[in-house]
């Protein structure tokens, strides 16, 4: 893909903030993002940057999908989380073999898959595939889509634990029960998936075992430099990036609310001449610069060795997964600074501020956010101990 049409998909993304904005209160209330805004961000090629090339993609630089996911989210967080995790879902179909691709984009290249990725389903191995059961939770975005991906532990017939595999299930064959009713991305319809007894055949799951090695079936059909870049990067930074998108849009809307508000306590003083509230500002803008130069950095390193062809070293694993989990941190520091200086009236129902900061503490306690986890992960790198598996590194 070249860069420009990239730009291009960033640049319609871009057009379309001022109306996400105005239905950010409407996708909250309805527990829901809007069709129409689901129907705008696919025309402007926004699900497509991470497809196959082969299925009508773009195999866009993952830089340029969390660019795009990052002002998403800046005009509504739950627009933008359901946006970065549908639109991050291609990359990891185009690992599975050809044969799952074809059946879910052959006859609608536009077509779109949720997930859950937590293995709290069963399965069994069974003649041409694997029998499947379970109930999944904080299925993003799963009434805008038509397939899900679903994790799961493969078990033996005495019961025990052989694999760990992600399932490719159409709508036909789950259920989708109704109980997303939260304080924050009330609007992501993250609703529980329901499956009893189903079968799978072989080629629509793939290992985790697999996917921790930068490896899938798919990538004979796919090899751009893309496709071999590790899932526990890909997918962490589509969890982060939402956040310090909605961080980014609690900045913008605090500092355009602070240039005329007067603070009736402090005797008509004008709030943005409070020096205080400028230090806090300054504070929260340095938290998001370095929340997002940190990825760019590691985006840009992993992509440099996908293209050259070597193997990912661990080390850079292992420090993108420390930058991802701080940077979400540096996020929720931000977005407290700028909650903590709006006074009063920041508390109101429908004001952006106050919606944001609810946003963004919901999406950090995404299980992929757990910091002591991955620092630790790290340290041991670093003193040369095992991390143990790197299946989310």
């Known amino acids: 893909m070249s860069e420009n049409v990239g730009q291009a998909v960033v640049s319609g993304v871009r057009d379309l903030l001022p109306a996400l904005r105005e239905r950010a209160q409407e996708a909250e209330d309805a527990r829901v993002v809007p069709a129409e805004s689901v129907k705008a961000l696919a025309e402007t090629g926004f699900f497509r940057l991470l497809q196959p090339a082969r299925f009508g ?7 340029t999908f969390l660019t795009a996911v990052r002002l998403i989210a800046s005009a509504c967080g739950s627009t933008g989380w359901v946006g970065s995790v549908l639109g991050v879902h291609p990359w990891q179909l185009a690992l599975f073999p050809l044969a ?3 059946e879910v984009w052959g006859a609608d290249a536009g077509t779109r898959m949720s997930s859950s990725y937590a293995p709290t389903g069963r399965a069994q191995v069974t003649g041409g595939g694997h029998r499947l059961s379970g109930r999944w939770s904080f299925s993003s975005g799963s009434a805008h889509a038509t397939w899900a991906l679903l994790g799961g532990i493969v078990t033996d017939a005495e019961g025990r634990p052989t694999d760990f595999r992600t399932f490719l299930l159409p709508a036909r064959d789950y259920v989708i029960d109704d109980v997303w009713d939260t ?19 072989e080629h629509r799951s793939l290992s985790f075992t697999d996917v921790s090695r930068c ?4 990538q004979a059909a796919n090899p751009a430099a893309l496709y071999r870049v590790p899932f526990g990067s890909v997918f962490s930074y589509a969890i982060t990036a939402p956040i310090i998108g909605m961080a980014t849009g609690a900045y913008d809307a605090h500092v355009a609310y602070q240039r005329d508000r007067v603070r009736a306590a402090y005797i008509g003083q004008k709030a943005a001449e409070d020096p205080f509230g400028q230090v806090r500002v300054a504070q929260a803008a340095a938290e998001l610069d370095g929340a997002w130069l940190a990825l760019e950095r590691n985006m840009t390193d992993l992509m440099a060795c996908a293209r050259a062809g070597t193997k990912i070293p661990l080390s850079l694993r292992l420090r993108v997964r ?11 520091s931000a977005v407290d600074l700028l909650f903590e200086n709006s006074g009063g009236r920041a508390l109101r129902a429908g004001t952006p501020v106050q919606r944001f900061w609810r946003d963004a503490h919901a999406g ?3 299980a992929i956010n ?8 790290f340290g041991r790198g670093e003193f040369g101990l095992d991390v143990g598996p790197d299946g989310m590194v």
């Open 370 to 377: 757990d910091p002591e986890r991955a620092l630790s992960m």
């Open 183 to 201: 304080v924050g991305l009330r609007g992501t319809g993250s609703n529980d998936i329901v499956v009893d007894d189903v079968v799978v055949p």
């Open 322 to 332: 420390r930058d991802q989990v701080r940077g979400t941190g540096q996020a929720i």
């Open 57 to 63: 993609g773009l195999e866009a630089d993952p830089l």
């Open 100 to 102: 799952a691709q074809e």
């Open 215 to 218: 490896a899938g079936p798919g």
């Open 364 to 366: 950090r306690a995404h």
